[in-house]
């Protein structure tokens, strides 16, 4: 634990920061199996964004594990750290007014809420995003491979195989990729995003 430090604040608010650069900052919370979509909505909502002329950025869940998350590995605390550093990053970005999408499992309820908690005390908007399939569904898919292992047990601690998912009671968007293609999950994200005035209408005029 650092000891002996002060927060320094610096010339620029949040929202003088928001007025200059013209957009609001906000998390984008992707949860879900592994197989569900998250990744794949997550890359096609920011790119789409990023066409529109807002600034975002997307966390992955494996691509944090190569550089700052490469320390840890699947137990329930390693997890609990994996996504409590991603929390404090995302909450980086969106306080930088960047829309910060983060796709992560996150399995566990007590740390999407935890997330939620450290984004909204200080007024930071969280929105969780449920990517649900079912386990008969994304074993199907399984484009890694991983549940085949799971079940054979070469891998350990595996969601929704051999470790627990908990899923959102309630998020502000529930997205069923079973039922849903990826440019209509993106649409109902954007309509969300306007409708509570994260964006501006205009941007998608």
Excluded at 13 to 34: A, D, H, P, V, Y
Excluded at 52 to 63: E, K, M, P, Q, V
Excluded at 146 to 152: D, G, I, Q
Aim: proline share 4%.
């Amino acid at each position: 634990m650092a000891t002996n430090i002060t927060w320094h604040e610096g010339n620029i608010s949040r929202s003088e920061r928001e007025n200059l650069l013209g957009q609001k900052g906000l998390t984008i919370w992707f949860t879900g199996l592994s197989a569900s979509g998250k990744s794949t909505i997550a890359s096609a909502l920011e790119q789409h964004l990023l066409r529109l002329g807002l600034s975002c950025y997307r966390l992955d869940g494996d691509n944090i594990r190569f550089g700052l998350n490469k320390d840890l590995g699947f137990g329930q605390k390693d997890r609990e750290e994996n996504i409590r550093r991603i929390a404090e990053v995302a909450k980086l970005f969106a306080d930088s007014t960047t829309i910060a999408l983060t796709s992560f499992i996150s399995p566990y309820i007590s740390d999407r809420d935890a997330a939620r908690k450290l984004h909204e005390d200080t007024g930071i908007p969280f929105i969780e995003i449920y990517v649900d399939a079912s386990l008969e569904i994304v074993e199907q898919r399984d484009p890694k491979g991983l549940y085949k292992k799971a079940k054979t047990g070469e891998i350990k601690n595996f969601t929704g195989i051999s470790a627990p998912y908990e899923p959102p009671p309630s998020p502000e968007i529930h997205i069923h990729t079973d039922k849903l293609n990826v440019k209509e999950s993106v649409k109902i994200i954007l309509d969300y995003l306007v409708e509570q005035k994260h964006i501006n209408q205009k941007v998608l005029n």
